[in-house]
């Protein structure tokens, strides 16, 4: 296992990010997490203020409108004067992290999250469903969540979440929650109910909407993701098949880690 000190935060801009909810977009089941992360940058035009790195990360860079992506990014927005509205940081990542990064980069995260005194953490999940079960209809795509505290839990049951009572949750978000019990800090995992085998615009969107329910002060609308969930599967489709290649890529250090 690569050691923690070999994942490192580098911050581009400085905000006050005290009291702010962290999204944890690193891909899983359907890249439910991958949709919202990308859906929220855009919809509340975040902007980038640090990137993740190590050693260990894929020899790639992703880009995008002429603009170079490092693997792992951070995105936040200035809060607008005059009213209140809930501060929210995005960190995304195109590459699913190798199973000996992943206890590193999660403790990375709750380091980061708790320095910058942020309130909480979401992780969006798909949660894997039968092939033949009929998802066209948006009503049918169930979500569930489980917190990491008795106060995340209560705030699930007071926003109607359903609790996730049984059942494994692995990655990232595994470790995150993990942690957040151990420290004592509220991490929320939102599972919806997801396509395994290509990307669910549809199942993040209903994960946007229960995000929905839990900031008081951001209105967030689900539905170009249900509009445009084709288009967004497809482009997402593509981004992933790109990002296979890359991983067949020489790395230095660990030449097979991504095969």
Same mark, same amino acid.
């Given at each position: 296992?690569?050691?923690?000190?070999?994942?490192? &935060?580098?911050?581009?801009?400085?905000?006050? /990010?005290?009291?702010?909810?962290?999204?944890?977009?690193?891909?899983?089941?359907?890249?439910?997490?991958?949709?919202?992360?990308?859906?929220?940058?855009?919809?509340?035009?975040?902007?980038?203020?640090?990137?993740?790195?190590?050693?260990?990360?894929?020899?790639?860079? /992703?880009?995008?409108?002429?603009?170079?992506?490092?693997?792992?990014?951070?995105?936040?927005?200035?809060?607008?004067?005059?009213?209140?509205?809930?501060?929210?940081?995005?960190?995304?990542?195109?590459?699913?992290?190798?199973?000996?990064?992943?206890?590193?980069?999660?403790?990375?995260?709750?380091?980061?999250?708790?320095?910058?005194?942020?309130?909480?953490?979401?992780?969006?999940?798909?949660? &894997?469903?039968?092939?033949?079960?009929?998802?066209?209809?948006?009503?049918?795509?169930?979500?569930?969540?489980?917190?990491?505290?008795?106060?995340?839990?209560?705030? /699930?049951?007071?926003?109607?979440?359903?609790?996730?009572?049984?059942?494994?949750?692995?990655?990232?978000?595994?470790?995150?929650?993990?942690?957040?019990?151990?420290?004592?800090?509220?991490?929320?995992?939102? /599972?919806?109910?997801?396509?395994?085998?290509?990307?669910?615009?549809?199942?993040?969107?209903?994960?946007?909407?229960?995000?929905?329910?839990?900031?008081?002060?951001?209105?967030?609308?689900?539905?170009?993701?249900?509009?445009?969930?084709?288009?967004?599967?497809?482009?997402?489709?593509?981004?992933?098949?790109?990002?296979?290649?890359?991983?067949?890529?020489?790395?230095?250090?660990?030449?097979?880690?991504?095969?």
């Amino acid at each position: 296992m690569a050691p923690q000190g070999d994942v490192h &935060i580098y911050e581009l801009k400085r905000m006050d /990010l005290k009291g702010a909810t962290v999204i944890d977009g690193f891909p899983s089941v359907g890249l439910v997490s991958s949709i919202v992360a990308n859906y929220l940058i855009n919809a509340l035009s975040l902007e980038q203020i640090g990137m993740m790195d190590s050693v260990y990360f894929p020899t790639v860079s /992703l880009i995008r409108e002429g603009e170079p992506m490092n693997p792992v990014r951070i995105y936040a927005g200035r809060e607008p004067a005059g009213k209140p509205h809930d501060k929210i940081v995005v960190f995304i990542s195109e590459f699913q992290p190798p199973p000996n990064l992943i206890k590193v980069i999660a403790s990375a995260v709750l380091d980061w999250a708790q320095e910058q005194k942020c309130k909480m953490m979401v992780c969006p999940e798909g949660l &894997i469903v039968d092939k033949d079960k009929d998802m066209a209809v948006n009503e049918n795509i169930e979500v569930y969540g489980i917190g990491s505290t008795k106060e995340g839990s209560e705030l /699930l049951k007071n926003h109607n979440v359903t609790i996730f009572e049984e059942g494994v949750i692995t990655g990232v978000a595994g470790v995150l929650l993990n942690e957040g019990k151990k420290r004592d800090f509220n991490v929320l995992s939102l /599972l919806s109910e997801a396509h395994p085998d290509y990307p669910d615009a549809r199942a993040a969107a209903r994960v946007i909407e229960t995000i929905d329910k839990l900031l008081l002060h951001t209105e967030l609308d689900a539905q170009p993701l249900y509009e445009e969930a084709e288009r967004i599967e497809d482009q997402l489709k593509t981004i992933h098949a790109q990002t296979q290649v890359a991983k067949k890529s020489p790395v230095p250090t660990r030449p097979s880690m991504y095969g």
